[in-house]
């Protein structure tokens, strides 16, 4: 047995209490070591597997194809074309940068891309989707995917895939209409209507594209691969494949839509008096009854097509040069302008409606009134003598609507003068809710806007009886779209519904199946005496079809009824602005047209010829080109 020594010395107590500490906080160290394996085991097991799965696989999203826009007889005006994309993935790139480089010099001459913007779009693109592949360059030529494919081990880690770009097989028509599509945005995901929508997914930017983007977008794919590590895939484990967007049916008629774009081209070649070249124009034509748009156009236009792939800065700036005409823009919504003689209508119910003269008011009309210091004129001091309401509008006598203009201000109906007020009722000074993103509003001038800016001085002097008396005849600080106009007009022509203009019909599948119909903002009702209703109308008709009519000539020989009224704009450095708007009234298809040409000169010269040009399409009347020579506004 075995003994200590008699002469060992016992444990100190300062020793005794080290040691006893020691183990407290070894036994305190195991015990949160034991906590934390017993935690991690039991407690969160199953989660931490779920995410250790996740952690192994990766979803590579591929984009839908977006559903078709077609017209309302079900002709296709945008589609979806396959497309052949240089992809790389920066997964299975070379870890060295030499190695690197050489590869991005192998490839720069096959793509036409520099190295250096293969670099920036690897790193770039790599940021936003580690897993995804890069997009070096779409629509490649076949020559250039077989030349890929055939030397694979020449360029590691590229590959070419299939896409899906958006096509417009009508080219320009309807270009401003469409919109443009795009890869969705960091911004983009943070609006609630793109709320879910994963990164990668090809989203509508603008016009109908962004309106409806909701049913175009269709459900994207995805390959779920399996990643190392190192982030190398290792494997596919499953595949999801795209389902198309739904089918979205317009109110356009894509005939009558050409007829328009083709008249526009037309009222750009229409000589000027003062040689002024035509910069621009829009059309817009609508249903009356429902506010169904049968065709709307800007001009100059462009082709569609331009947008399906990245466009350089230098390209996008050439669509809005206001030298090159703009493009891109879409006068019909976006055009502000003074809208000459075709705001009489508007004058004219107001002064009517409010009980400034009756419909047998006679005004004499000798050509000019002095009103102020300002001695108004006729155009070319035409002088027609004494008038009432109906005939003043067949031949737009400028003094009788400058007398109107005159004796309205400051007379009040409602909550404004009846002049703003009417305008605002019809649809002037807001947007008419159609279903376009970023709609003009325009500007009715009135006292309170006037003194506010003069007040403000951001003007030379108050509001005077000459303003009231430049916008009775659409003329002064008076903005207005094309759009608007055709609303006016289709409110006076239909009984008095003030319509929400829109595009959009009905969502169908592939087959063409309805799947939802499209609603727009129920129509806001105006009461118009229905007397006067017809004595305006009486107007517009005459002025189509009496002598001294301001587009009788225009419209000699028709066939058709068609009410119609001229509008010349006065426009600071510019020739002046021709306007024309038409209503055609028929049991099936009533339809009214506006369109205006920039520096077109006098309404029945420019825009009335525009107008019975695409009448001539939608009545299936003979088209031809017929000018006025008229010299009334």
């Not at 305190?28 to 931490?48: C, K, N, T």
């Not at 979806?80 to 590869?103: C, F, G, K, W, Y």
């Not at 490649?140 to 590959?159: C, G, L, S």
């Not at 298809?589 to 369109?595: D, G, L, Q, T």
Request: glycine share 10%; proline share 5%; hydrophobic share 40%.
């Amino acid at each position: 047995m075995l003994q200590l020594p008699e002469n060992r010395a016992p444990i100190t107590p300062q020793l005794a209490v080290r040691v006893a500490m020691l183990g407290g906080i070894a036994l305190l160290l195991f015990a949160i070591v034991f906590f934390r394996l017993w935690y991690l085991q039991v407690l969160s097991g199953d989660r931490l597997l779920a995410s250790a799965n996740a952690n192994r696989v990766r979803d590579i999203v591929s984009p839908a194809p977006r559903g078709d826009i077609v017209d309302r007889s079900g002709r296709v005006m945008v589609d979806n074309r396959i497309s052949t994309a240089v992809q790389v993935d920066a997964a299975q790139l070379p870890e060295d940068e030499a190695e690197r480089r050489a590869l991005y010099a192998r490839l720069s001459p096959v793509i036409g891309v520099r190295v250096a913007t293969i670099d920036r779009e690897v790193r770039e693109q790599s940021k936003l989707l580690p897993y995804a592949n890069v997009t070096l360059k779409q629509d490649v030529a076949p020559a250039v995917r077989d030349y890929i494919y055939e030397r694979q081990n020449r360029f590691p880690a590229v590959t070419v895939n299939r896409v899906y770009l958006r096509s417009y097989p009508l080219k320009e028509l309807a270009a401003q209409i469409f919109g443009t599509v795009g890869e969705i945005s960091a911004e983009d995901q943070k609006a609630n209507r793109f709320r879910g929508v994963p990164q990668g997914t090809i989203v509508g930017k603008d016009g109908l594209e962004y309106t409806y983007d909701r049913f175009l977008r269709g459900r994207p794919g995805a390959a779920r691969v399996q990643v190392d590590a190192f982030g190398g895939a290792t494997g596919q484990v499953s595949v999801r494949e795209p389902e198309q967007g739904r089918q979205l049916k317009l109110s356009v008629d894509v005939d009558l839509q050409r007829a328009g774009q083709q008249a526009m081209a037309e009222a750009g070649k229409i000589p000027i008096t003062n040689g002024t070249k035509n910069r621009g124009g829009a059309f817009v034509a609508m249903d009356p009854r429902n506010g169904e748009v049968l065709a709307m156009g800007s001009y100059p236009t462009f082709d569609s097509n331009i947008f399906a792939k990245p466009l350089s800065q230098a390209a996008y700036n050439r669509l809005n040069d206001e030298d090159r005409g703009a493009p891109l823009i879409n006068r019909a919504v976006f055009g502000l302008y003074p809208t000459g003689s075709t705001f009489k209508l508007v004058t004219a119910v107001a002064a009517l409606q409010s009980g400034l003269i009756s419909p047998d008011t006679v005004i004499d009309d000798p050509g000019s009134i002095q009103i102020g210091n300002i001695l108004f004129k006729n155009a070319r001091n035409q002088a027609n003598g004494a008038i009432a309401m109906q005939r003043a509008l067949a031949v737009s006598s400028d003094v009788y609507f400058y007398r109107l203009g005159r004796d309205a201000d400051g007379v009040r109906d409602r909550e404004g003068d009846i002049l703003q007020d009417w305008a605002e009722r019809l649809g002037f000074g807001k947007p008419t809710g159609i279903d376009l993103p970023g709609e003009a509003k325009g500007l009715i001038p009135s006292p309170e806007w006037r003194n506010e800016l003069y007040k403000e001085k951001l003007t030379d002097r108050p509001w005077s009886v000459g303003d009231n008396v430049n916008l009775s005849v659409g003329q002064g600080d008076l903005q207005a779209t094309p759009l608007q106009m055709a609303v006016a007009y289709s409110a006076v022509a239909n009984g008095g519904k003030v319509v929400t203009p829109h595009l959009g019909l009905r969502v169908e599948d592939a087959a063409g199946r309805v799947l939802e119909e499209i609603r727009s903002s129920p129509a806001r009702t105006v009461k118009i005496d229905e007397a006067y209703r017809e004595v305006i109308l009486g107007g517009l008709r005459d002025a189509t079809s009496t002598q001294g009519g301001t587009s009788a000539d225009v419209f000699a020989g028709f066939g058709r009824e068609v009410l119609g009224k001229t509008g010349t704009a006065e426009r600071a450095g510019q020739a002046d602005q021709s306007w024309y708007v038409a209503y055609a009234p028929d049991a099936k298809r009533p339809i009214v047209v506006a369109a205006t040409v920039e520096q077109g000169g006098f309404g029945a010269a420019a825009a009335a010829p525009a107008v019975r040009l695409m009448l001539s399409e939608w009545f299936g009347v003979e088209k031809k080109l017929v000018v006025g020579t008229s010299a009334t506004r």
